[in-house]
């Protein structure tokens, strides 16, 4: 169990366009989602706690406007990367909150922005 | 803002020696979790500790949370070439923040056959 997925995989595309990256729990409801980002052999950081029904909590210097969070259902979180520039390239990876405070992770998206 | 240390960074053993990271927080923690990462993979949870001194063990993984609940380690007997990846600690504070983890730099093993 506690099985979670995000699409895409890795996904390429060019300065200014937007991304959307969907995180889903598959065998379990999540109402708090994570969102991260992990540059190369860097560890994660918390980039928003996304909450179901509910505004995302950014982290400190995490530009709301920029990255879009949607917790729309206990099973879906998106993440919008709005007009994507190069150094928004990372390795963007969601976990969703199960019981006794544990996470389960995605199998992450890798972002390229040419 | 809480912030976690991981020593060491990088850790390279022979296959057969023993492995230890370990795990400083600036603030005393509700509980320290253990992930471990693969290359090219997504972390996986590896367990919890939540109570002041708590040890426990997985096979040849031995966790330890200490008494002020603000250091943990991780150890590895008898390392196999399964063991290599990224091995992460992260903190969880109680009160407002429930739920967040701040994550420490991660140690990377390399376990040479």
């Known amino acids: 169990g506690a099985v979670v997925s995000q699409h895409p995989s890795w996904v390429i595309c060019k300065s200014g366009t937007s991304v959307k990256i969907e995180c889903r729990s598959l065998d379990f409801q999540a109402t708090t989602m994570f969102w991260y980002r992990q540059f190369p052999k860097q560890s994660l950081m918390l980039m928003a706690t996304s909450n179901e029904g509910s505004k995302a909590t950014y982290e400190q210097g995490v530009e709301k406007d920029k990255f879009l969070i949607n917790h729309a259902s206990l099973t879906l979180s998106t993440l919008t990367v709005t007009s994507a520039h190069p150094e928004d390239s990372s390795f963007y990876i969601c976990?969703?909150?199960?019981?006794?405070?544990?996470?389960?992770f995605g199998p992450g998206t890798r972002l390229t922005v040419t | 803002g809480q912030q976690v240390m991981q020593i060491p960074q990088y850790q390279h053993v022979q296959e057969g020696e023993d492995f230890t990271t370990y795990c400083n927080s600036s603030?005393?923690?509700?509980?320290i979790q253990w992930y471990k990462q693969r290359p090219g993979g997504h972390p996986v949870f590896l367990i919890q500790?939540?109570?002041?001194?708590e040890v426990k063990k997985q096979k040849r993984l031995t966790f330890q949370f200490g008494e002020a609940k603000k250091n943990s380690s991780l150890h590895i007997t008898a390392t196999q070439t399964t063991d290599v990846g990224t091995y992460f600690c992260?903190?969880?504070?109680?009160?407002?923040?429930?739920?967040?983890?701040?994550f420490g730099q991660g140690t990377i093993l390399t376990v040479h056959p």
């Open positions: 603030t005393t923690l509700s509980n």
């Open positions: 976990s969703a909150g199960a019981e006794r405070n544990e996470q389960y």
């Open positions: 992260a903190g969880q504070a109680g009160g407002t923040s429930y739920g967040k983890l701040t």
């Open positions: 500790l939540v109570k002041s001194g």
